[in-house]
């Protein structure tokens, strides 16, 4: 799809449909309802007052052959109330002017965007959304389809500003938008076809195009290592594990400066392991890697986009599934960091891998640590589908993760950490165990993780719930929702 911005009047620009949003709370004569009216005839007028169409978040109207325009059809659609206008918002309404404009099988879409924002803001956001959109998970269906993808989508201003950094705003958008789109792909994966050496070819394919090195390290190397937690997990499975390195090219260590690590739980499969999950939504389970497709994605991003802070990805990928070689419940292992895990519970295996993974991140240097994870159904429990949980020792870091979510659109909610929450995985036998009480499972969860941050600078996201959309949503479909790429990507383009 071609993304473009177009600085022409809104009836001049011949596509097949102009998507045109409206406040629900703006007054008949606001200039941008004028002027549509002005172009058409008073459509929006007779669309209202006929009651046809109302302008709440998202909710479409479609007019064929619109008098006075260019555009075969119009779309108006409804952009809620002004005081929830943010950035994000302006990405969900490109995405469902592109997900509208599919369905009605048009190829060229106009999307007027009438935002007080700086126009390579807005443009990026636009495009974010327009990819978003245009994305569909449908890849292995077999029948003849033709194709449905959209292949122009202009972004005009409705302002009438001129062209200034829209384009450079656009390539940015298209650069997260893509890597978007990459992460959904990874974790709509079926398990079978997505396996941790296939997780690792894959980010050699997609780093190699977006200028990152790729390093793949091998059941043998973690041996040396003893990396036995995230061995531990590995065990049951016919599949090898791979801790992948993902560093963007070019970028030298500079010594003094902070060293950022992204570190992404990788389980192309969690059938629970010898504690077995129940068959119902186990196929779920092929998106426990979504932290690792959302961590492959922002490094994809970061790559292209040139940060000033040095980061580096860690993936820990590995399968988790029940046999003859499994860990077993009861089994103590020795860390990579030292410290000795009681495993009570071969299900919480994401803190297993997690464990090694953060440890090893200190090991090569990082000096802050950002770990994403499909961790805890308990999450899901405590925040739904809405919010990812956030918790942390880095205050400062969680604000700025926090005050980015106006842009991203990805919802964090901070969690405590408070230390009373450690003893529910006091280990009588061990250091520690994998698993507390029946209470605050999210929280004990970022308590295990705690303990091989140590005093590193180190926040936990929790994204079990936010990763899979099962509705589907005006602007995106369902499936995988790339939780992350974009909060992890926005956090190094804002300082
Ligand atoms: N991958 C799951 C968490 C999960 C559950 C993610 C549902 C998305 C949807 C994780 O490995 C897990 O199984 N956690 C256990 C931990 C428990 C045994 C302490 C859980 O949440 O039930
Ligand atoms: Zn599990
Ligand atoms: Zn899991």
């Known amino acids: 799809m071609i993304i473009e911005f177009v600085d022409r009047r809104f009836p001049e620009i011949p596509c097949d449909l102009l998507a045109y949003p409206l406040f629900e709370d703006e007054p008949e004569d606001a200039p941008a309802v004028v002027a549509l009216d002005r172009a058409t005839g008073g459509?929006?007028?007779?669309?209202?007052?006929?009651?046809e169409f109302k302008p709440k978040l998202h909710s479409t109207c479609l007019i064929h052959n619109p008098r006075g325009l260019k555009a075969r059809r119009l779309l108006l659609l409804g952009i809620g109330k002004k005081k929830d206008l943010n950035l994000a918002r302006w990405r969900d309404l490109a995405g469902t002017a592109a997900r509208s404009a599919k369905s009605a099988a048009c190829k060229t879409v106009a999307f007027a965007a009438r935002s007080e924002a700086r126009l390579a803001d807005l443009a990026r956001i636009c495009a974010e959304g327009a990819l978003i959109g245009n994305y569909d998970s449908d890849i292995y269906k077999t029948r003849e389809k033709e194709s449905r993808e959209l292949e122009r989508f202009l972004v005009l201003d409705l302002k009438g500003r001129?062209?200034?950094?829209?384009?450079?705003?656009?390539?940015?958008?298209t650069i997260i938008g893509d890597a978007v789109n990459l992460a959904r792909n990874l974790a709509n994966e079926?398990?079978?076809?997505?396996?941790?050496?296939?997780?690792?070819e894959k980010c050699t394919a997609a780093?190699?195009?977006?200028?990152?090195?790729?390093?793949?390290?091998?059941?043998?190397?973690?041996?040396?290592?003893?990396?036995?937690?995230?061995?531990?997990?590995?065990?049951?499975?016919?599949?090898p594990p791979k801790l992948i390195i993902l560093r963007i090219k070019g970028q030298r260590r500079r010594k003094g400066a902070p060293l950022y690590a992204l570190l992404?739980?990788?389980?192309t499969f969690d059938s629970g392991g010898i504690s077995i999950k129940p068959a119902e939504k186990m196929e779920d389970m092929k998106a426990d890697m979504a932290g690792a497709a959302a961590v492959l994605g922002a490094m994809v991003c970061l790559a292209q986009l040139r940060p000033a802070q040095q980061v580096i990805g860690l993936i820990p990928a590995v399968e988790n599934l029940p046999s003859g070689k499994a860990t077993k419940p009861g089994d103590v292992v020795k860390t990579l960091l030292g410290k000795t895990v009681e495993i009570i519970n071969t299900d919480a295996?994401?803190?297993?891998i997690l464990a090694d993974t953060i440890a090893y991140a200190r090991s090569i240097g990082a000096t802050r640590l950002i770990d994403i994870a499909t961790l805890t159904g308990a999450c899901i429990v405590a925040l739904g589908m809405v919010y990812a949980g956030m918790m942390g020792t880095d205050q400062q870091l969680m604000d700025r993760l926090q005050k980015n979510c106006g842009v991203t659109g990805?919802?964090?909610?901070?969690?405590?950490?408070?230390?009373d929450y450690r003893k529910a995985i006091q280990s009588e036998i061990a250091d520690i165990k994998n698993v507390g009480n029946r209470w605050g499972g999210a929280i004990t969860a970022g308590k295990f993780l705690q303990e091989f941050a140590e005093d590193t600078p180190w926040v936990h996201l929790d994204i079990a719930g936010v990763d899979l959309d099962h509705d589907g949503r005006p602007f995106a479909?369902?499936?995988?929702?790339?939780?992350?790429?974009r909060t992890l990507t926005q956090l190094f383009l804002t300082g």
């Not at 043998?220 to 990396?227: H, I, Q, R, T, V």
């Not at 992404?264 to 389980?267: I, R, S, Y």
């Open 43 to 51: 459509v929006v007028h007779t669309m209202r007052s006929s009651g």
């Open 162 to 173: 001129a062209a200034n950094g829209a384009e450079e705003g656009i390539r940015r958008g």
């Open 190 to 200: 079926p398990a079978n076809v997505l396996t941790p050496a296939s997780f690792a």
């Open 207 to 239: 780093g190699s195009v977006a200028g990152l090195e790729v390093e793949v390290l091998e059941r043998g190397e973690m041996e040396k290592l003893g990396m036995n937690t995230l061995l531990a997990v590995a065990r049951g499975s016919d599949e």
């Open 264 to 267: 992404g739980k990788g389980v």
């Open 349 to 352: 295996e994401g803190r297993l």
């Open 410 to 419: 990805e919802k964090l909610w901070q969690l405590p950490l408070d230390d």
């Open 477 to 485: 479909a369902k499936g995988a929702t790339g939780f992350g790429v």
